[in-house]
């Protein structure tokens, strides 16, 4: 009888990325490695840099030996859910919403036109006062 294997999306695994909440993924697999983490040769910054993203190219690009790839089997939780998007997908905000948007920082900009006037007026002024008591 085949055991069932619990499937992560990518977003669930990236929310596991503190020292005492540590997940990576690697090769399609999700493994909870935080009781490892401060027994990892290379540091537990290493490991928590890999969070929230496949970490399979960093896994390979350092070199790991057979028995650390046995190791890791251990802590394997399970697989990545491949149908789920990698990527949320974003909201898109509707045209109403954009004209409400513009129509607000367009109220906005004519409101405080006269701040920046005024800042101008008053070093013209000042430049003017300064220049004659030469």
Known sequence: MPTLTKLYT???????NTKDDCWVVIDGK???VTPYLDE????DDVVLAATGKDATDDFED?????SAKELMQNFCI????????IIPELEIASKKETA????NLMDLTKQYWAVP???????????FICLRKK
């Not at 990518?10 to 596991?16: G, V, Y």
């Not at 990892?40 to 540091?43: D, E, L």
């Not at 409400?100 to 129509?103: E, L």
């Open 100 to 103: 409400n948007y513009s129509r």
């Open 78 to 85: 399970g697989e990545l859910d491949t149908s789920a998007p």
């Open 30 to 32: 999700v493994y909870d």
């Open 62 to 66: 350092a070199g790991h030996s057979k």
């Open 10 to 16: 990518m977003e669930e695994a990236s929310q596991h």
């Open 40 to 43: 990892h040769p290379g540091g």
């Open 117 to 127: 006037v005024a800042i101008v007026g008053i070093s013209v002024v000042a430049g």
